[in-house]
């Protein structure tokens, strides 16, 4: 997701699932494939390589699942304390969240 109005969208009436340090948020499209948006903000996460690292890793998270996700446009919102994780407790957050998101999307 590139432009304000698709974040917007998403913000309007978000489905979420969250852990302490990161939130997914979620919403239906009409497009047929999921969408992924990521909102760190230099609040939490004050270097530029740990905010690019959890870009990395929150992209190829999405990359890997994004078949088994439902047609959703996702954001990825990070909180406080998510540069103090490494890559394999992120990566399994992540994957916890993406499963969620899975789980209720029939009820969605």
């Known amino acids: 997701m ?12 978000p489905l979420w699932a969250g852990m302490p340090h990161v939130t997914i948020l979620g919403r239906l499209n009409q497009l047929g494939h999921p969408r992924v948006g990521l909102n760190i903000a230099k609040k939490y996460v ?6 690019n690292r ?3 890793l929150t992209r190829e998270s999405f990359r890997q699942l994004q078949h088994e996700l439902p047609t959703m446009d996702f954001i990825v919102v990070a909180k ?14 992540l994957e916890k969240l993406w499963s969620h998101h899975r789980r209720l999307a029939p009820a969605y």
């Open 2 to 13: 590139l432009t304000p109005f698709h974040f917007s969208f998403v913000f309007q009436r």
């Open 46 to 51: 004050k270097h530029t390589h740990d905010r």
């Open 54 to 56: 959890i870009k990395r």
């Open 80 to 93: 406080k304390g998510i540069a103090n994780l490494d890559n394999c407790s992120l990566t399994e957050a």
